[in-house]
């Protein structure tokens, strides 16, 4: 008798849900949905494999959406998600939709409020603290931080040289972790040196937890999680990232406090050339009102974030533009010949006068950004009933999947050949992008990446001072289209890695001992 009575509770709450959403359900019933989809719990099954089915099953929906005008929908248990392609309709998404999805929730629970994931109230106030301290007067400052650190991989790299393929992963992530430190925190983690450093470990583990939390639904509820053995080494890797960060933010804050260096409120009326070099800690702090801007608890939210998504996004960039350079040697032989042009027979580092001449390197790059941007999908919430350029209407209550991944591979967009390596399609005479959002590695609208200068120095100066030592060698790719299994934790990432094999260059190309690097940069 309980048990029926339980049920007829369960069918009358379940009828009275779906009657109170019965708009949601007729106007989603117009939008064309992914093959597989199954009642109740819609496409879930889809996403509850490992991090490279749900790619697969993402990539999949991509390509759907291409062949329906731009637009799939999905359901995940009861939530609507719309993915979409459409650069039109994308448009207006990013410029409207500015809340981030629940799902961010599970990284909110590593970084806090920090700018890129924090609600609109939070991240509209910080955001205007952010913009300045990434002008470009600030960022160039950077590039020697940078080519400091690439010098260094080039000789860490040598002990790796011969016909034995490795892997590119660790190495590169960690220049990537020791350039973003350098330059966020001011402080030297020295992951190169260490290839167990702790930061680095626990950053990496802990982006794969909240990967799965995000896809596997039974590890959402908090309650739940707990019992499950990844939420200690989840608190584990937290604690680890937040002691460090805390110890880092309150010996800067004994430092400027004994050297009096707190700046007033920053105003648009500062010379901003008197930061070069500071790391983006000072800057915060000055540029938030010295010790009545952020507190530290804010100050980590966003040291934090910038770490995160400065050193995955650079390192997940550089290993696909090195993987696709061993792919098509070609290419790698065409870019080498650049480089010798701009640095000729001098072993001198890189300054940031170089980078406009690298204009292949530039090309190379932004292909290869192309292909495999780093963050593939981006998720917004709708919060009011919004109608496309399309002429199709979105619900409020439903999510929309950002596919980057299809817009950056749309045929419609980008012709026949769009799944094709081929850097000089950004060639000037070549590229006429219809719309801006038919490109956009680093995001769209207000809400996108303030940082994206600041990656792309650091990815060409490291992809230079590579090249410039090394010929990278893998197994030729037999057509155009790079042949390369992915996955997605949080970025987008290699499935089997990036491993390749390394050549030294010639002599006249050698890596740069410790002393001639200081006396260079004395020099110049």
Not at 404 to 433: K, T
Not at 451 to 468: F, P
Request: overall charge positive.
């Amino acid at each position: 008798m309980i048990l029926w009575l339980l049920l007829v509770v369960l069918v009358l709450w379940t009828a009275q849900f779906r009657f109170r959403r019965r708009r949601m359900y007729k106007m989603a019933s117009k939008y064309p949905h992914p093959t597989g989809e199954l009642p109740l719990i819609g496409i879930a099954h889809k996403l509850s494999g490992n991090t490279e089915d749900i790619m697969t099953s993402l990539k999949q929906f991509s390509y759907e959406a291409m062949e329906t005008n731009g637009i799939t929908r999905g359901w995940l248990n009861h939530i609507l998600y719309l993915l979409m392609v459409d650069p039109v309709d994308l448009e207006m998404v990013l410029k409207t939709c500015m809340e981030k999805d629940d799902l961010h929730r599970f990284i909110r629970k590593v970084i806090g409020y920090g700018g890129i994931f924090a609600p609109v109230p939070i991240w509209r106030r910080r955001r205007k603290i952010l913009l300045p301290a990434f002008s470009p007067k600030i960022v160039e400052g950077f590039v020697e931080v940078f080519s400091e650190q690439s010098q260094i991989i080039t000789r860490k790299l040598a002990s790796l040289c011969g016909p034995e393929p490795f892997n590119l992963w660790p190495v590169i992530s960690a220049y990537s972790l020791d350039s973003v430190c350098e330059t966020t925190m001011g402080v030297k983690v020295n992951a190169q040196m260490d290839s167990n450093s702790p930061f680095l470990t626990c950053l990496a583990s802990v982006l794969n937890i909240i990967c799965e939390r995000i896809f596997h639904l039974w590890l959402q509820p908090d309650w739940m999680f707990k019992f499950f053995p990844q939420y200690r080494k989840h608190q584990k890797y937290i604690k680890t990232l937040h002691d460090f960060t805390d110890l880092v933010i309150r010996k800067k804050r004994d430092e400027l406090k004994n050297e009096k260096q707190c700046q007033p409120e920053a105003d648009s009326h500062y010379d901003l050339g008197i930061y070069k070099r500071k790391s983006f800690l000072d800057l915060l702090i000055s540029l938030s009102g010295g010790e009545k801007g952020y507190t530290d608890l804010e100050l980590r939210e966003e040291i934090l974030t910038l770490t995160i998504a400065g050193t995955d996004t650079s390192a997940v960039s550089m290993c696909f533009t090195l993987k696709l350079l061993a792919k098509y040697p070609e290419v790698q032989e065409k870019l080498y010949k650049e480089i010798r042009e701009v640095f000729g027979e001098s072993n001198r580092p890189l300054v940031k006068g170089d980078l406009p001449n690298l204009k292949y390197l530039d090309r190379v790059v932004k292909e290869s950004l192309r292909l495999f941007p780093p963050v593939p999908f981006v998720i917004r919430k709708v919060e009011s009933d919004i109608t496309l350029p399309s002429g199709l209407s979105v619900p409020r209550g439903s999510g929309i999947v950002v596919s980057i991944f299809g817009a950056h591979r749309d045929p419609n967009y980008w012709g026949p050949d769009a799944d094709h390596f081929d850097p000089d399609r950004f060639l000037p005479e070549r590229f006429n992008l219809q719309h801006a959002c038919s490109y956009m590695p680093f995001s769209n609208g207000p809400r996108n990446c303030v940082g994206y200068q600041y990656a792309l120095m650091s990815i060409k100066t490291a992809i230079t001072s590579i090249l410039r030592n090394y010929k990278v060698i893998g197994e030729p790719e037999k057509g155009p289209i790079p042949n390369i299994r992915l996955k997605l934790d949080i970025m987008l990432k290699a499935v089997e890695g990036y491993h390749v094999a390394l050549e030294k260059r010639k002599p006249s190309s050698r890596i740069m001992t410790e002393p001639e690097i200081v006396a260079t940069s004395l020099d110049s």
